[in-house]
């Protein structure tokens, strides 16, 4: 029994080494310079067509091929995006880096929007269509058909990985649990009712909002991207407008302080200070690794999940598809997380002893909103929490079907198999306590980066001259 306990503590320490060093720093310095690159090559495209981008979300095209509109593809993209990192993410990354993380994950997403800008546009532009109107894309057609299909291995690479990700508990479990702790810190924070089940005991809160959410996800997904796209187009928007509104009445209620808490977090930023006795500027090193690396988590850009979701679009300009992916970025960090952490910082929610995580945005709810009863604040947050999760849920079940539907050669009976797999990995999700698999699951994440910036790099040159087609054909209005 001591030996097996052994085995498994090796095994954890194991899987918890390798997932530090792929999400190391080499593959965060790898994802920003992508994005300056390509910023620089595109000029600072994702500023200056920016307010053209935002118009083109809720502006379709009438005659394009695909499955869903641009802006049902974007919402399926931003369902994976937009989730508990947002909440619980952004805090960790103040407390650990500083109030400064937050201008850090400004320039992520600034550099982020360009790369998410070639994703989407690589994605229409190589995607494949079926007679029936059927769209399947995203980095393994534009590494195949791109790069070549002497790069077929590599394609099939990040589709194993992708798939992998997704079952494995970016999309099932990590989620699934932060619904159901939620729910239990909110409704039963004692455990006053619990039922024994598999040797152990669960509050009836877990069980029954595992079994709720886990019937709601499989009401979903069964219907594929259609059905998913058309939830998704009005949860996402629902659930980050009520977010941002509750975060902009925060800010209104301590408007005095918002000019402080500016220059606190810019000025925390560039901290040269030593931390903990270390070298000097060692603040300003932990507070741009933090902000930086929360950024790329959040918003994914760089890692090549968002482009399956823009290749359904019905579109026929890669250009315009890439300006509406793009987006995506500025919504998740510039303007979700940014409300997240301008209320920790505002409120000094970061800064009092033994708060972590969801705790450090629940107090920044209790003590930025004016309602006297905290329970309220507490349970905004669990909402925002539960519907952001709910959609990642979807978000990556789309992902990962996607990654197998391309592994099988269209096998749509397998995808279908799969389905029900994923389901059922939601409904056990909640009572797996496993950190291995939640390392494994992000290791797979991580690793979909590599194959899919090596295509960014190896396509630029693609990327730039549709750009310039597109914008000529702009001008002279032959579009």
Not at 114 to 140: C, I, Q, S, W
Not at 147 to 173: E, N, P
Not at 311 to 316: M, V
């Amino acid at each position: 029994m001591e030996n097996s306990e052994s085995i498994w503590a090796s095994i954890n320490k194991f899987i918890e080494v390798v997932d530090q060093k792929v999400w190391g720093l080499p593959l965060i310095v790898l994802i920003l310079a992508v994005g300056i690159y390509l910023t620089i090559r595109l000029g600072f495209l994702q500023i200056r067509h920016l307010p053209k981008a935002l118009k083109f979300i809720v502006k379709n095209e009438e005659d394009g091929e695909g499955e869903v509109t641009s802006f049902g593809a974007l919402c399926t993209a931003l369902s994976a995006t937009i989730g508990t990192g947002n909440i619980v993410g952004v805090a960790t990354a103040i407390c650990e880096g500083g109030p400064g993380a937050v201008f850090w994950m400004w320039i992520a997403a600034l550099f982020g929007m360009a790369t998410k800008y070639a994703e989407g546009l690589l994605a229409v532009k190589y995607r494949k269509l079926d007679e029936t109107g059927h769209a399947l894309g995203g980095p393994f057609y534009y590494i195949e058909k791109g790069m070549g299909k002497s790069w077929i291995w590599l394609a099939k690479l990040f589709a194993v990985f992708g798939m992998l990700a997704g079952l494995m508990g970016i999309g099932t479990i990590t989620q699934i649990n932060g619904i159901t702790s939620a729910a239990q810190n909110f409704f039963d924070p004692s455990k006053a009712h619990v039922i024994s089940l598999f040797g152990q005991q669960y509050s009836l809160a877990v069980i029954i909002s595992g079994i709720l959410v886990t019937a709601f996800v499989a009401l979903v997904v069964v219907g594929g991207i259609k059905r998913i796209a058309k939830v998704t187009e009005f949860v996402v928007p629902f659930m980050a407008i009520t977010y941002v509104v509750f975060a902009i009445l925060i800010v209104f209620w301590n408007i005095k302080a918002v000019p402080a808490a500016f220059v606190t977090i810019v000025k925390s930023a560039f901290d040269t200070r030593a931390v903990a006795g270390g070298f000097m500027g060692t603040a300003i090193m932990l507070a741009m690794q933090k902000g930086v690396a929360r950024g790329i988590f959040s918003n994914e850009s760089g890692l090549g999940s968002a482009p399956i979701a823009a290749a359904a679009a019905r579109t026929k300009e890669p250009v315009r598809q890439g300006l509406v992916s793009m987006t995506g970025t500025f919504i998740d960090t510039i303007i979700i997380c940014t409300m997240t952490g301008l209320s920790i910082v505002l409120t000094g929610a970061y800064q009092i002893d033994g708060l972590k995580g969801v705790e450090v945005t629940t107090e920044a709810f209790k003590i930025g909103l004016p309602f006297h009863n905290t329970s309220i604040s507490a349970f905004i947050l669990m909402m925002a929490l539960v519907f952001f999760a709910f959609t990642t849920i979807l978000g990556w079940d789309y992902y990962s079907e996607r990654c197998l539907e391309y592994l099988s050669n269209g096998n749509m009976k397998t995808v279908k198999v799969y389905r029900w797999i994923y389901i059922l990995a939601v409904f056990i999700g909640p009572y797996l306590t496993v950190e291995a698999v939640w390392n494994m699951a992000d290791i797979f994440n991580g690793l979909m980066a590599f194959p899919n910036l090596i295509a960014l790099i190896a396509l630029s040159g693609v990327v730039v001259a549709e750009t310039k087609h597109y914008f000529t054909r702009m001008k002279n209005n032959k579009l």
